[in-house]
């Protein structure tokens, strides 16, 4: 195979700290490069170098066997090579076609160039597979379709090499598949990808070869027919991981029981006629694709939100009106949905956040004024039990990456031997080492009897974690399984919403 | 060229920014002065010796501080919380006003009476910016709008009063309010100066005020709910109970400043006692980076030039409202600098 891209010895430094040691990798033509590695491995600062936005302080790239010039984007777009951004770039108010032609058309031509650019952009949609509407407002499309005005607008500038970063963090499972399958038809026209992952079962799936990074090294390099999964997990990670196993044991009374709720925002039913019950020492798993009223669900046993009818009662005390605060101090913890929006405080200190949600209890504060010292320590003690790396009570939150901000979240609402826990996608872009840190912390509690619920958008977890799964679809829930007897086609039926209502039956 | 958000915003230059913003709104003015016909230099020394060239200047410039310092700190705890307070100034009237009314006709010993009228202006404050705040977490109602415009209608107000049930009929009709009772003006600091003890009151307020921000539960409730509302409430902190919180503290904060300002200085309220206390608060504020030491130290900044400027003006015939210029565009600068200290420049 002829290289298409070759970067060679790179090397960038951020302080004392080394995003990319030495960094080579070749891609040939018409190949899928999967680039796999934990969450600060180096994966996006070496693409950013590939790309132009950082310099390099060592090292070449060659694109088509010509080098670059460092730290100018515009090279590295005039030499073919696109990159597709896991946040999208993309200006809500005006149309694709707008987009599209965006950055590579004068401005002031825009509307005269408008007819040759909608042609262009046409000629390419069919050419490669990617069918869109060149005048529909970016704003009114779906996140799958968004993805794919930003491939387009790099093939529009005559990409050859495609990088993607992390593509699929945005998307549902069955968008995923389909995207991966457009990629496969784009290296038939010619095209050479690079995607960035972190997800190993995408990677087994998608790539032709799999480079690894770990701690800005290259660590590995392997065709992706000749490994495993768990050779790439174990590359990537540096040890051998494995997610832990749920066993079984004995399930005790009911904890959380939820009664025909239902949820309302301005006047509309986002949850409806919702019925569960949590048990002691038991995971109920609650499975659907995102958008199907998880949120609401997450705010309703997270106090945030109160039942507009029906009943929620935690060991039989009515907690639908009690709000965030009443819920922590019935000994409710919760893992919320966004850690940065929701879970901490960036700008507070790990210690700060570490007793936020109970700093009115005699533990931490006296007569109004915070005991500092005992929150510090505290905070030291969730720091060591829950192996939360890079921090001291006194560091800045959001300094931490975001599988030890989880950790620390999971730690303060673990640390008080809750009865009911709310897991609301714990592990959500977390890499394969904090995903299994936070899956054992899980079971841990369940084991000492906490009821806990989880919802979750990936079929593996709740599988391995829940003891029952009941699918959401519409703000309305399905029967329970025994996730024993649940395999991937009878959960994924539920959550297309097959499932019998034979509820008022029963 | 990007801008790069920083790990820390290191301490170097956390100091460096309000000087750095100083230096550049000095640079930016000088050009007026110089404008004006006047070497800038020469302005600025005029105005250094008449803030503090002797010790009744010190004294003076330091009597024009305590009030700033107490709108500094009101606008500095609203402002940590995102509870935008433009009507210091309004709070001022409304705290001096109170404290004049009730300190005409109160009737108990000086040592008492004080503490009262000071409680009575801190009241007063705190309920004229509990309202808007109320408004805010009820309707929606943008605060920013609602407290500048009530300084106008206080201001009209307090007018109204002393043309009219509060006059003062021994003023041969200059128009002021009675003036409070001189068993409850506040002692000299220094003597035969204007320099009262009402200087004290305000820095113990800035240590009481750092104590309330920097130790107690609702300090760190209230900055957690201006770092992330949504976070706040997730862990429980009820939102509308630290902002109603803090809109007492900044109201009363500024209340005081126009109870200490009746008490210390002009006895009676006239509609021009304050050149503007409650707006250069906002900049005293800034320039501190809303930390209740820095408030000090800024206020006694500005009270420098505002001082400074009445004598610069003298010697040089620049106009005294230089001052008015160079403390808005401190505010300008400090905000530029501000950005600098929370991100980087890279190319």
Redesign the interface.
């Known amino acids: 195979m002829t290289p298409v891209l070759e970067l060679e010895g790179i090397t960038k430094r951020f302080g004392a700290m080394t995003a990319n040691d030495d960094v080579s990798l070749t891609l040939g033509q018409g190949e899928i490069l999967a680039l796999l590695g934990e969450n600060g491995a180096g994966k996006t600062t070496l693409m950013n170098i590939l790309f132009g936005h950082y310099a390099a302080d060592e090292g070449t790239v060659r694109v088509f066997g010509e080098e670059l010039p460092t730290g100018r984007p515009r090279a590295a777009i005039d030499a073919g090579v696109g990159m597709v951004h896991q946040h999208f770039t993309l200006a809500g108010n005006l149309t694709v076609l707008e987009n599209v032609m965006l950055g590579s058309e004068p401005l002031a031509s825009l509307r005269s160039a408008r007819g040759a650019g909608r042609r262009k952009l046409m000629q390419i949609a069919e050419r490669f597979g990617l069918p869109v509407t060149p005048d529909a407002r970016v704003s009114q499309l779906s996140v799958g379709e968004r993805q794919r005005v930003e491939i387009l607008k790099a093939l529009y500038r005559d990409a050859r090499v495609l990088i993607l970063d992390e593509p699929t963090a945005v998307l549902a499972r069955p968008e995923a598949q389909r995207l991966f399958e457009t990629l496969r038809d784009m290296t038939k026209e010619g095209l050479s990808l690079i995607f960035i992952s972190h997800k190993l079962h995408e990677v087994m799936a998608a790539s032709d070869r799999v480079a690894v990074l770990r701690a800005g090294q290259m660590v590995a390099e392997r065709k992706t027919a000749d490994t495993t999964a768990d050779e790439l997990a174990e590359l990537m990670v540096g040890r051998k991981v494995e997610r832990p196993v749920r066993r079984g044991h004995l399930i005790g009374s009911p904890v959380l029981v939820a009664e025909n709720v239902r949820v309302e925002d301005k006047g509309e039913a986002r949850l409806d006629d919702v019925s569960f019950a949590v048990h002691e020492g038991e995971v109920l798993g609650i499975v659907g694709v995102s958008g199907n009223g998880q949120a609401d669900l997450g705010a309703l046993l ?3 939100k109160t039942p507009a009818s029906g009943t929620l009662t935690l060991a039989g005390q009515d907690v639908g009106q009690i ?6 101090r019935a000994g409710v913890g ?1 893992v ?1 949905e966004d850690r940065h ?8 200190s790990v210690w ?1 956040n570490a007793v ?2 109970r ?2 209890s005699p533990d931490f ?1 006296r007569r ?3 005991r ?1 010292a005992a929150c510090k320590s505290y905070a030291a003690e969730l720091i060591e039990r829950f192996d939360i790396r890079g921090a001291t009570p006194d560091t ?1 939150t959001r ?1 931490l990456s975001g599988g030890n901000m989880q950790k620390l979240i999971l730690g303060r609402c673990l640390s008080i031997g809750p009865r009911f826990v709310l897991a609301n996608q714990p592990t959500r872009g977390l890499d394969e080492g904090a995903i299994s840190a936070v899956h054992a912390e899980l079971l841990a509690a369940r084991s000492k009897g906490a009821a806990i619920l989880l919802i979750s958008e990936e079929l593996e977890e709740a599988v391995a974690l829940s003891d029952r799964i009941q699918a959401i679809v519409k703000g309305r829930l399905s029967q329970p399984v025994a996730a024993d007897d649940a395999d991937a086609r009878k959960l994924g039926l539920m959550m297309a919403g097959v499932w019998k209502e034979d509820h008022h039956a029963a | 060229m990007r801008l790069e958000r920083r790990a820390h915003a290191p301490l170097h230059l956390i100091v460096i920014a309000p000087l750095a913003a100083i230096v550049a709104a000095l640079f930016l003015a000088g050009g007026l002065i110089a404008a004006a016909g006047v070497n800038p230099f020469g302005a600025y020394a005029e105005m250094l010796r008449g803030a503090l060239g002797s010790r009744l200047s010190v004294t003076e410039m330091l009597t024009r501080a305590t009030p700033l310092i107490l709108t500094g700190l009101a606008a500095a705890v609203a402002f940590r919380a995102r509870l935008w307070n433009i009507g210091g100034e309004g709070q001022f009237f409304v705290g001096a006003l109170i404290t004049a009314w009730i300190g005409h006709s109160l009737s108990v010993p000086g040592p008492l009476g004080i503490p009262i009228l000071m409680l009575a202006g801190m009241a007063a404050g705190a309920l004229l910016l509990a309202v808007p705040a109320y408004l805010r977490l009820r309707f929606s109602v943008d605060e920013v709008v609602t407290t500048l415009l009530l300084n106008f209608i206080v201001i009209l107000f307090v007018g109204m009063m002393i043309e009219g049930p509060l006059r003062d009929p021994l003023a041969f009709g200059w128009p002021s309010s009675v003036p409070v009772d001189g068993d409850f003006r506040l002692p000299d600091l220094v003597p035969r100066t204007r320099l009262h003890i009402g200087f004290l009151i305000a820095l113990a307020a800035a240590g009481a005020v750092w104590l309330i921000l920097a130790r107690t539960v609702f300090g760190a409730e209230t900055r957690a709910a201006g770092l992330n509302a949504t976070a706040a409430s997730f862990a429980g902190i009820s939102l509308p109970r630290t902002l109603m919180g803090v809109a007492m503290l900044s109201g009363a904060l500024a209340g005081l400043a126009g109870s200490v300002e009746v008490l210390g200085v002009t006895a009676g309220v006239t509609t021009t006692m304050s050149p503007g206390f409650g707006y250069a608060g906002i900049v005293v504020a800034m320039l501190a980076a809303l930390h209740p030491a820095g408030v000090v130290a800024a206020a006694v900044f500005v009270a420098t030039v505002f001082v400074g400027a009445d004598a610069m003006s003298r010697a040089t015939g620049v106009p005294s409202f230089i001052a008015d210029v160079v403390v808005a565009l401190c505010l300008l600068t400090m905000v530029v600098a501000l950005m600098f200290t929370t991100y980087r420049v890279r190319r």
């Open positions: 997270s106090g945030l709000g965030p605060r009443g819920m922590i919760r919320p929006a929701e879970g901490a405080v960036g700008e507070l700060e936020l949600e700093l009115r504060s109004g004024f915070v500092t800045r300094l």
